[in-house]
């Protein structure tokens, strides 16, 4: 079933076949961009992965230009951010790029039914289910334990950070399925991914930090 995008006078949606997957309005922007810088620490193979976001700009201003979106925010016209959406053979390729590749950072709220599953994200040893929980896709030794409540994985982690987590694997791939009927595979290489986070209630954010700025989607 193919993707299109419908133009409103306050913003836009991206459907999948009459269903909304993406509603952005100038009042309530679904894509932000920003810049940020990773905190990590790693020994052995074991991370404790975290973000520091430096900036954050909703992106509330757009307008439709040969056949491209193109997005800002009011405060800051000179960082424009471009959305285009390709249709080839049984696939829908959403393109994003930025002018400024200091900003590093970009986040999508995207739409789904409260009934609605994801499953997918690689190698997953803890849940099936996407939903509800946050997903870094960083690829790290999966580690001791899966829980860091208990004190198993407090211990291995007192000892080379070598206590897991529910999200840590040796395979984790920007890919998931949706009960809806789609996929989505995030495609140029990043540095971490975090989809199937709820944002609100009807909706999943995904949130990605790369060098330089071409996404597929």
């Not at 800002?72 to 390729?93: G, H, M």
């Not at 499953?119 to 790290?140: A, C, D, K, V």
Request: glycine share 8%; with cysteine; hydrophobic share 40%.
């Amino acid at each position: 079933m193919p993707f299109s995008i419908i133009m409103h006078p306050e913003g836009f949606d991206l459907l999948h076949g009459d269903v909304s997957m993406l509603s952005h309005r100038n009042d309530a922007p679904a894509i932000s961009i920003g810049s940020g810088r990773p905190d990590l620490d790693m020994v052995r193979g074991n991370f404790r992965v975290d973000d520091v976001v430096e900036t954050r700009l909703p992106l509330d201003c757009f307008v439709q230009v040969d056949g491209c979106i193109r997005l800002w925010n009011a405060k800051r016209p000179d960082v424009v951010a471009t959305l285009v959406l390709e249709e080839r053979a049984l696939q829908s390729i959403l393109t994003f790029r930025c002018t400024d590749p200091a900003f590093n950072r970009l986040w999508i709220d995207m739409q789904c039914a409260t009934s609605e599953a994801f499953w997918g994200g690689g190698e997953q040893m803890s849940y099936l289910r996407l939903n509800g929980r946050r997903f870094p896709f960083w690829t790290s030794e999966p580690g001791v334990g899966r829980d860091k409540s208990t004190a198993l994985t407090q211990t291995m982690d007192a000892d080379g950070l070598a206590g897991g987590d529910y999200w840590t694997t040796n395979y984790p791939q920007p890919t998931w399925v949706s009960s809806a009927r789609y996929a989505v595979c995030y495609q140029n290489v990043g540095s971490l991914w975090s989809p199937a986070c709820p944002a609100r209630l009807g909706h999943f954010r995904c949130h990605r930090w790369a060098e330089g700025w071409c996404r597929h989607l």
